[in-house]
């Protein structure tokens, strides 16, 4: 947090329920102190069935935006009177912008921090030459589909416990997403160029998706969207194998670079180690 704030200061957050666990707020706030900035970010965690009502009454500008996390993702593009292209393919928001005349705008910085992770530690990956298979069906899945898509995926198939779940968003997406249930996994992963876990498995330290890898071609990529603990069993299996991988902090840092663009108006400062302080916070330094 700037140690210079005034009546002027540019204010942002993170907003969801639970949110203390967020790392988001110290990576803002190390970007705003290296950068000089009359700005802070602080964390906001509204009452679940109140949120519709907090979102109206930041109408006006009084903060400049939030990014939005889990449950209110889809809430917040429901909420917004604009959005981008990608949160509407996406159908959900994780970036809100509040502007002056009091109207809200919504993106989302999900899928482009996905991206950028897989540019970032598996560079030269060709996101067009093979289909891409997602494990999980939930609001991670939708905005690495969206961005995946836009970016020229061939096929990108969804592989859920809940079979109708992945059917859901297949067709939401339309014909280059297919849905498919854990059975057919083997067939799937042969040709498949990307695996990312979407789920919730492995946090913590657990087992993560039980995928058998070992079918994946060997320049696969292989990535989790969990970041705690940063080598996910999950992450663990594919390096055994030989298999490229990105880990899910890589990612969250990426995401958090256009949130940072739209609220302050100017790239975070390059002399920051984000990705170490991260690390540190998660006593993986």
């Keep these: 947090m700037s140690s210079t704030l005034t009546g002027a200061a540019v204010v942002a957050g993170v907003c969801g329920a639970p949110v203390k666990h967020s790392m988001s707020p110290v990576i803002h706030n190390a970007w705003i102190a290296a950068a ?49 292209d990608l949160a509407r393919m996406a159908g959900a928001a994780n970036l809100l912008i509040f502007e002056a005349d009091g109207t809200i705008r919504a993106d989302n910085t999900d899928g482009p921090g996905l991206l950028a992770a897989i540019a970032a530690q598996a560079p030269g990956f060709d996101v067009t030459a093979a289909p891409v298979v997602i494990l999980g069906a939930g609001g991670a899945a939708r905005g690495a589909v ?85 080598r996910t069993e999950f992450l663990q299996r594919a390096d055994a194998l030989g298999r490229r991988t990105v880990d899910g902090l890589e990612m969250l840092l990426r995401q958090a670079v256009p949130s940072f663009e739209a609220f302050y108006g100017q790239a975070p400062p390059a002399s920051v180690d984000v990705r170490g302080l991260a690390l540190n916070l998660l006593g993986e330094a």
């Design 36 to 84: 000089g900035l009359d700005a802070t970010y602080v964390p906001f965690a509204p009452i679940e069935e109140r949120f519709e009502a907090f979102v109206d009454g930041l109408r006006g500008g009084a903060i400049r935006g939030l990014n939005v996390t889990i449950p209110f993702k889809e809430r917040a593009l429901a909420a917004a009177d604009t959005a981008s």
């Design 146 to 230: 969206a961005a995946l898509l836009l970016a020229g995926a061939p096929q990108v198939r969804i592989v859920n416990r809940t079979l109708a779940r992945a059917e859901g968003l297949a067709t939401a997406f339309g014909a280059r997403v297919i849905a498919a249930d854990e059975a057919a996994l083997p067939d799937l992963l042969a040709d498949a160029g990307l695996i990312i876990n979407a789920t919730s498995l492995g946090l913590g330290g657990g087992e993560g998706p039980a995928a058998p890898l070992d079918l994946t071609p060997a320049d696969a990529v292989v990535m989790d969207m969990v970041y705690k603990p940063l």
